[in-house]
Antibody, heavy 116, light 112 residues
Framework: EVQLLESGGDLVQPGGSLRLSCAAS????????MGWVRQAPGKGLEWVSV????????FYADSVKGRFIISRDTSKTTLYLQMNSLGAEDTAVYYC?????????WGRGTLVTVSS | DIVMTQTPLSSPVTLGQPASISCRSS???????????LSWLQQRPGQPPRLLIY???NRFSGVPDRFSGSGAGTDFTLKISRVEAEDVGVYYC?????????FGGGTKVEIK
C-alpha cells in the first residue's frame, strides 16, 4: 500500500525558512514523479512543485519560484521541500502526493503557519 | 497559464439523486502526446484530497462506478449517478497538460 507521511510543518516568522519532508513507502520511490500541493485555510488547492523520476527535472509555481526547492533522497525514500523567504501568503497545509496519472495518492498534510 | 473554471460553486443534492459538475479550461487540454490530462479530485471534510478520475474518464483504483467523467478539449463534466452521504465534500478539477498545473476553484456538494 502506498503511504506518504509529511512532517516539518511549524510556526515560522516572516522571512524565515522551513524544510518539509514526505516519507514514502509501498512503491518504487525512485521511479515516479512526486509533488507538493498546498491549501490555505478555507481555500482551494494550489499546485506548488513537481519533481520527475530519478534525477528528473523540477517545476515550480510562479508564486514560489526562486524561494522553494524540491528534492528527493531515493536512499531514504523521502521527498523534501525547502522553503525560504516565507511570507504570510505561504500559510497553508502542504500535501505531498505521487504524480503519475495525476496526483494519485496524497499524504495527510503538514501545516505551515507564517506569522510574527 | 491555463485557468480552470468550475460551475456551480455549490450543489445541494437529494440523496439518491444525480449530481453534475462542470469544468471549463481557458485553452484546450489536448497535450502534445495526444492525451488530455484532466482529472477530478474529491476532498471530504477534514480529509486530504483523493483522486477520482484521471485523463477525463478513467476511474482511479477503488473509486465507485457511480462516478464518471466525460468531455473533450475545453469542457468537462463529473457526474455522480446517485449521490450517497459519503460523497459530501468539495470536488476539484485539475489540468496536467502543461505547467503550471492548475486547479479549478472547487464545487461543494452537500445534501439537501
Amino acid at each position: 500500500e502506498v503511504q506518504l507521511l509529511e512532517s516539518g510543518g511549524d510556526l515560522v516568522q516572516p522571512g524565515g525558512s522551513l524544510r518539509l519532508s514526505c516519507a514514502a513507502s509501498g512503491f518504487t520511490f525512485s521511479s515516479y514523479a512526486m509533488g507538493w500541493v498546498r491549501q490555505a485555510p478555507g481555500k482551494g488547492l494550489e499546485w506548488v512543485s513537481v519533481i520527475l523520476g530519478a534525477g528528473g527535472s523540477a517545476f515550480y509555481a510562479d508564486s514560489v519560484k526562486g524561494r522553494f526547492i524540491i528534492s528527493r533522497d531515493t536512499s531514504k525514500t523521502t521527498l523534501y521541500l525547502q522553503m525560504n523567504s516565507l511570507g504570510a501568503e505561504d500559510t497553508a497545509v502542504y500535501y505531498c502526493a505521487t504524480y503519475i496519472r495525476s496526483f494519485d495518492v496524497w499524504g495527510r498534510g503538514t501545516l505551515v503557519t507564517v506569522s510574527s | 497559464d491555463i485557468v480552470m473554471t468550475q460551475t456551480p460553486l455549490s450543489s445541494p443534492v437529494t440523496l439518491g439523486q444525480p449530481a453534475s459538475i462542470s469544468c471549463r479550461s481557458s485553452q484546450s487540454l489536448v497535450s502534445s502526446d495526444g492525451n488530455t490530462y484532466l482529472s477530478w479530485l474529491q476532498q471530504r471534510p477534514g480529509q486530504p484530497p483523493r483522486l477520482l478520475i484521471y485523463e477525463i474518464s478513467n476511474r482511479f483504483s477503488g473509486v465507485p462506478d457511480r462516478f464518471s467523467g466525460s468531455g473533450a478539449g475545453t469542457d468537462f463534466t463529473l457526474k455522480i449517478s446517485r449521490v450517497e452521504a459519503e460523497d459530501v465534500g468539495v470536488y476539484y478539477c485539475m489540468q496536467g497538460s502543461q505547467f503550471p498545473l492548475t486547479f479549478g476553484g472547487g464545487t461543494k456538494v452537500e445534501i439537501k
